[in-house]
């Protein structure tokens, strides 16, 4: 546990001071950036040892407090030191103090852009936000939607108080509780009028405030809190420093201003900072709040949506650009990390943090497995080791007037590509102003203009994914929840890779699957190996996995058959997007052989279900086990692959023989998500016998297929498990017989053979 009495201490202290000052004036915070100087203001106290030997590990469930200034850029940030006129915020100091400054963090030029990236893990390209005028869609997986459904983390109560601006424009006033948020409380628009009367919505209801809007917000802070027994997690969006420029109270903040028009409109950049001053003494008021064993157990995580805004940058510092930019005064934002499980103290992080990563990091804090998702990677290791993986690529984009187009960057080379093919290139270690474009200069640079972009096209266009060296660079897709619900096979053309363990042997191994497009069909190659770690049952397998060479087809306009495809022993029944095929007969019948294997005559009745637990097929937590040639295939639903028990309509999980799509468990049924439902059941009493063959005996249980019958209409799905919904048709992994397909409804490919 981190020893926090003087943070408290200090934060009450702040308290009775009754403003944001305590500290040196204009343009004293932080020490020298690329020195690493323990940052103090006045006689604010810390441990400026860089690290703590009491505090190597997180704790289990931690208090998770997001905070997001609106419109704060480095430029206005005193733990960076980049301006001579700077805001007094001891608070954020002494966080910085007490923890961590990371020194290249990105976001997007814009609000609405990056609290997209943060809340779903995704580039703006992939979730399809990226300006302000777009509406984060109803079926994203949002993070709190994350926590709720990982049973590690589904203790979690969450709440978003502060600024929204995801619901489009004009707003919709309910649009936060339609993407999972259990409880909103703030502005919904990305900007206000007035910070002294604007319009407060609380779930769905929208009254006019006239409370001081960073104190407003703060106060509904501080009353959630005090309602929470179980650990939470906040997401705290303050609109400060955004327009319109003004005179906060007095008592918030140490600048001498007038407030007039006059003098706002002559000096806007003191009002800016006053606001961010503002904004200090309020979260301090918050944290003030809490008692030392809350804040014992409670991470906070400070960070800026964007740039500093053209009319109050400091142009000496980011001349060449500011909010809604891709220069670096509008994607590098201020960001600071401190508390529960933070071991290093006092010190200056240089690794590539991109705003997608507050997902699998806050995912990650409160207790899921999970290190990546989507565009997102955990920095959760560098809050204890400064050795901790970490990324070698940082990337944004953003479509609006003001500029359209993406930037990465890596540990030295930024590129930037406009929408008219204009390309800029800079050495971030020697010009991290971007003073000098290395594009056209008297060097040769093409082949770091080449890398950075083919590592762009990956992310945007996954039809080329090439290197610099034409080699295919893979997706990563470890551990990865699967998201997207395109039932066209050619949208995920792409190649991927995973890293899997078998958890008996503690033995690793990698995967990648490859899937293509040429004439009307799509190709999917892969080694079989899965994208989660396997071989965890109560029994290991009997076989061990070895990697396989598949290479199957699927025809990219599925239709369906004039009567349908039975399931057949040595026929594959289709590929998991993990690279992992689906074999749901087992060759085991009653009275053959050994009854394990040997019954490959679809004639033979009584085949035993290898999902039933009683028959011993060995399967693991994800409802696979290995055939005796060493590959490894599902029986039942694969758990790894997509979010359980949630409102979120499930993504595609893989591609059935015949081409249809085979979905997750949940669908939209009339505006209501919910599971989908088997038309199977169990037959009713003793066993019947089949003439010819032997007969088990007892009642009908589910040891053996022929104990089930269709009914139809009994659930949602058909004879072969599937259904249409919005016009697509696709079968359905669910927890019941037949788990994926009972059948084919259109015509097998050979390959699968």
């Known amino acids: 546990?981190?020893?926090?009495?003087?943070?408290?201490?200090?934060?009450?202290?702040?308290?009775?001071?009754?403003?944001?000052?305590?500290?040196?004036?204009?343009?004293?915070?932080?020490?020298?950036?690329?020195?690493?100087?323990?940052?103090?203001d006045g006689d604010l106290t810390g441990d400026n040892s860089g690290s703590n030997p009491e505090t190597d590990t997180t704790p289990d469930q931690p208090n998770i407090l997001l905070i997001i200034a609106d419109d704060q850029g480095l430029d206005a940030s005193a733990q960076y030191a980049l301006s001579s006129d700077l805001p007094v915020t001891p608070t954020l100091n002494q966080l910085a103090s007490q923890g961590i400054i990371f020194d290249n963090a990105w976001a997007t030029p814009a609000c609405t852009t990056?609290?997209?990236?943060?809340?779903?893990?995704?580039?703006?390209?992939?979730?399809?936000?990226?300006?302000?005028?777009?509406?984060?869609?109803?079926?994203?997986?949002?993070?709190?939607?994350?926590?709720?459904?990982?049973?590690?983390?589904?203790?979690?109560?969450?709440?978003?108080?502060?600024?929204?601006?995801?619901?489009?424009?004009?707003?919709?006033?309910s649009h936060p509780a339609t993407v999972g948020i259990d409880y909103f409380a703030g502005n919904l628009l990305g900007a206000i009028s007035d910070?002294?009367?604007?319009?407060?919505?609380?779930?769905?209801?929208?009254?006019?405030?006239?409370e001081y809007h960073s104190s407003a917000i703060t106060d509904l802070a501080i009353d959630w809190i005090d309602d929470q027994a179980q650990p939470w997690f906040l997401w705290l969006a303050y609109v400060a420093p955004h327009s319109p420029f003004h005179l906060p109270p007095a008592a918030l903040h140490t600048q001498t201003l007038s407030g007039t028009e006059a003098d706002i409109e002559a000096?806007?950049?003191?009002?800016?900072?006053?606001?961010?001053?503002?904004?200090?003494?309020?979260?301090?008021?918050?944290?003030?709040?809490?008692?030392?064993?809350?804040?014992?157990?409670?991470?906070?995580?400070?960070?800026?949506?964007?740039?500093?805004?053209?009319?109050?940058?400091?142009?000496?510092v980011y001349g060449n650009g500011s909010k809604g930019s891709l220069t670096e005064g509008g994607l590098r934002v201020p960001m600071v990390v401190s508390g529960a499980g933070v071991s290093r103290l006092n010190v200056r992080e240089t690794a590539l943090i991109n705003s997608s990563d507050f997902f699998a990091t806050i995912a990650n804090l409160a207790g899921s497995s999970i290190t990546a998702l989507e565009d997102s990677q955990s920095f959760k290791g560098l809050l204890t080791n400064a050795d901790a993986d970490q990324r070698d690529y940082i990337y944004s984009d953003f479509e609006a007037e003001s500029a359209s187009g993406w930037a990465i960057r890596d540990a030295q080379y930024k590129l930037i590509a406009t929408i008219d093919g204009q390309m800029q290139l800079y050495d971030m270690l020697s010009d991290p102003l971007e003073t000098d474009n290395l594009v056209g200069g008297s060097s040769d640079y093409s082949a770091i203009v080449e890398q950075l972009a083919a590592v762009a096209t990956v992310i945007r266009d996954t039809d080329t994914d090439t290197g610099g060296d034409g080699e295919t660079l893979a997706i990563d897709i470890t551990g990865d929840i699967f998201t997207q619900r395109s039932a066209n096979c050619e949208d995920y053309i792409a190649s991927y890779q995973s890293t899997a363990m078998d958890v008996f042997r503690s033995v690793l191994f990698s995967g990648n699957l490859t899937i293509s497009t040429s004439a009307g069909k799509c190709r999917l190659q892969s080694n079989g190996v899965p994208n989660h770690d396997f071989n965890d049952g109560q029994q290991s397998f009997p076989t061990n996995l070895s990697e396989q060479a598949y290479n199957y087809q699927i025809t990219t306009s599925p239709v369906f058959a004039s009567t349908n495809t039975a399931l057949a022993i040595g026929n594959d029944n289709g590929l998991m997007l993990n690279g992992v095929k689906i074999d749901l007969l087992a060759a085991a019948c009653f009275a053959v052989g050994d009854e394990k294997t040997g019954c490959g005559d679809m004639s033979q009745p009584w085949r035993f279900d290898p999902m039933f637990a009683a028959n011993g097929f060995r399967v693991d937590s994800h409802n696979a086990h290995v055939q005796p040639n060493g590959s490894y295939h599902y029986h039942g639903t694969p758990n790894a692959m997509f979010a359980k028990d949630t409102a979120v309509e499930s993504p595609v999980v893989g591609f059935a023989a015949d081409g249809f799509p085979i979905?997750?468990?949940?669908?939209?049924?009339?505006?209501?998500?919910?599971?989908?439902?088997?038309?199977?059941?169990?037959?009713?009493?003793?066993?019947?016998?089949?003439?010819?063959?032997?007969?088990?005996?007892g009642d009908y249980d589910g040891t053996f297929r022929d104990d089930y019958e269709y009914v139809e209409g009994l659930g949602d799905l058909d004879e072969c498990n599937g259904m249409q919904v919005s016009g697509v048709y696709g079968y359905f992994v669910i927890d019941a017989y037949p788990y994926i397909m009972g059948c084919l409804k259109g015509q097998m490919d050979p390959s699968f053979n």
């Open 267 to 316: 000096n806007p950049r003191a009002y800016y900072l006053a606001a961010i001053e503002a904004m200090d003494s309020e979260i301090g008021r918050l944290l003030g709040t809490l008692t030392e064993a809350e804040l014992d157990n409670t991470i906070i995580l400070y960070i800026g949506d964007n740039g500093t805004p053209r009319r109050v940058v400091d142009a000496s």
């Open 114 to 173: 990056t609290r997209s990236t943060m809340i779903t893990g995704q580039y703006g390209v992939n979730s399809g936000v990226l300006d302000v005028g777009d509406k984060l869609p109803d079926d994203a997986l949002t993070l709190q939607r994350f926590l709720a459904s990982d049973e590690n983390t589904d203790n979690y109560q969450s709440a978003v108080i502060g600024k929204w601006h995801l619901s489009g424009t004009p707003p919709d006033a």
């Open 195 to 210: 910070y002294n009367q604007w319009d407060l919505t609380i779930n769905g209801e929208t009254t006019v405030s006239t």
């Open 663 to 697: 979905f997750g468990s949940w669908f939209d049924d009339n505006g209501t998500v919910r599971k989908a439902l088997s038309s199977y059941r169990l037959k009713a009493g003793a066993r019947q016998a089949i003439a010819g063959y032997a007969t088990p005996s």
């Open 1 to 40: 546990m981190i020893t926090s009495a003087p943070l408290v201490v200090t934060l009450l202290s702040l308290l009775l001071l009754g403003c944001g000052g305590g500290g040196g004036g204009s343009g004293s915070g932080s020490g020298s950036v690329g020195q690493g100087d323990p940052i103090t």
